[in-house]
């Protein structure tokens, strides 16, 4: 089952907390992201049936091959939370052990993992045997915790030996947050180590990053993130470059095309007023690196409704 993931290098939208809800991951799939995964979910959470924890991990058809990140520090919690997730029928379920935020490595998730690689290890082997096979198993971590435990090779093969059926390597350490550069030379030297697929994550800001990921580190795929933020065209792009060896630019019809159907998707599943106020730092993302869009983010900002805001957006870049 996981080799018909890679029939070629895929293009995945990486999870990213508090913005890849499912209007933003349907807007990617549009532009040609080709694997979707959900926000950070807590395993603890699921396992009490939270109702804030439980939004996150609700998907449209539209969105597979989809994957559900989930969290946590304890195997059996772990194991308890993607067995709950099986009935939902993502494509994959996939263990987060790279988040260097503050609240998460407190509790001993996310990268924290990275310097308990014992029960990282037992939390492999206990969500693998909870999902019986059905669907496949992916970590997602970084390089190590600070500069001198960059334990990243030996962390990746025992997560292999555990059962994971593919991983994504960050190559930036826990410690560096997401300053700095990432170093694709350890995507490189992971991938010539385990026998699993790798995917590559980190500073894929352009389609030529893109396709310099593919060639050097020969990677089985790439996660690109936060460049995605008001850029969902990226993927087509990156695309249409590995395969056609071009791309187009985009046009300032494309980009109020796409903010418009991004709003509208928005409102399928949340209120007015919930849109207005959390699409804020979304729209904005799309204005930036164009003139004159200072005051045009001022205007998204001080706005309330959804009817003045498309008039904002097809007015401001009208202008521009």
Same mark, same amino acid.
């Given at each position: 089952?996981?080799?018909?993931?890679?029939?070629?290098?895929?293009?995945?939208?990486?999870?990213?907390?508090?913005?890849?809800?499912?209007?933003?991951?349907?807007?990617?799939?549009?532009? *040609? +992201?080709?694997? %979707? =995964?959900?926000?950070?979910?807590? &395993?603890?959470?699921?396992?009490?049936? #939270?109702?804030?924890?439980? $939004?996150?991990?609700?998907?449209?058809?539209?969105?597979?091959?989809?994957?559900?990140?989930?969290?946590?520090?304890?195997?059996?919690?772990?194991?308890?939370?993607?067995?709950?997730?099986?009935?939902?029928?993502?494509?994959?379920?996939?263990?987060?052990?790279?988040?260097?935020?503050?609240?998460?490595?407190?509790?001993?998730?996310?990268?924290?993992?990275?310097?308990?690689?014992?029960?990282?290890?037992?939390?492999?082997?206990?969500?693998?045997?909870?999902?019986?096979?059905?669907?496949?198993?992916?970590?997602?971590?970084?390089?190590?915790?600070?500069?001198?435990?960059?334990?990243?090779?030996?962390?990746?093969?025992?997560?292999?030996?555990? *059962? +994971?059926?593919? %991983? =994504?390597?960050?190559?930036?350490? &826990?410690?560096?947050?997401?300053?700095? #550069?990432?170093?694709?030379? $350890?995507?490189?030297?992971?991938?010539?180590?385990?026998?699993?697929?790798?995917?590559?994550?980190?500073?894929?800001?352009?389609?030529?990053?893109?396709?310099?990921?593919?060639?050097?580190?020969?990677?089985?795929?790439?996660?690109?993130?936060?460049?995605?933020?008001?850029?969902?065209?990226?993927?087509?792009?990156?695309?249409?470059?590995?395969?056609?060896?071009?791309?187009?630019?985009?046009?300032?019809?494309?980009?109020?095309?796409?903010?418009?159907?991004?709003?509208?998707?928005?409102?399928?599943?949340?209120?007015?007023?919930?849109?207005?106020?959390?699409?804020?730092?979304?729209?904005?993302?799309?204005?930036?690196?164009?003139?004159?869009?200072?005051?045009?983010?001022?205007?998204?900002?001080?706005?309330?409704?959804?009817?003045?805001?498309?008039?904002?957006?097809?007015?401001?870049?009208?202008?521009?």
């Amino acid at each position: 089952m996981t080799l018909n993931l890679f029939p070629q290098p895929l293009l995945f939208l990486a999870p990213l907390a508090g913005y890849t809800d499912s209007a933003f991951r349907q807007i990617c799939k549009i532009w *040609g +992201a080709e694997v %979707l =995964c959900s926000e950070m979910v807590s &395993a603890d959470g699921l396992i009490r049936n #939270s109702a804030k924890t439980l $939004q996150y991990v609700n998907f449209e058809e539209t969105e597979h091959p989809f994957g559900i990140q989930i969290f946590g520090s304890k195997p059996s919690v772990m194991a308890k939370a993607a067995a709950a997730l099986l009935p939902l029928k993502p494509d994959f379920i996939d263990i987060n052990m790279g988040c260097p935020v503050k609240k998460v490595v407190c509790k001993g998730a996310g990268s924290a993992l990275m310097q308990t690689p014992a029960l990282a290890s037992q939390i492999v082997l206990e969500t693998k045997l909870a999902l019986q096979g059905i669907i496949p198993l992916s970590v997602k971590f970084r390089s190590g915790w600070d500069f001198k435990n960059q334990n990243y090779l030996d962390f990746g093969l025992l997560l292999q030996d555990s *059962g +994971a059926d593919f %991983l =994504c390597l960050h190559p930036r350490t &826990a410690h560096q947050m997401y300053s700095g #550069s990432s170093n694709w030379e $350890q995507i490189t030297a992971l991938k010539q180590k385990v026998q699993i697929p790798v995917i590559g994550n980190g500073d894929i800001k352009s389609p030529e990053d893109a396709l310099q990921m593919l060639t050097e580190t020969k990677c089985d795929g790439i996660m690109i993130g936060r460049a995605a933020l008001g850029k969902p065209w990226l993927f087509a792009q990156c695309r249409d470059l590995i395969s056609k060896g071009t791309y187009h630019p985009i046009t300032r019809q494309e980009i109020v095309t796409t903010i418009f159907n991004h709003i509208d998707k928005a409102l399928l599943y949340k209120p007015e007023k919930v849109v207005v106020r959390e699409l804020r730092s979304q729209l904005c993302f799309y204005t930036k690196g164009v003139l004159g869009s200072a005051e045009l983010r001022n205007k998204i900002n001080h706005t309330e409704r959804i009817t003045e805001l498309k008039a904002i957006i097809q007015s401001g870049f009208s202008l521009l």
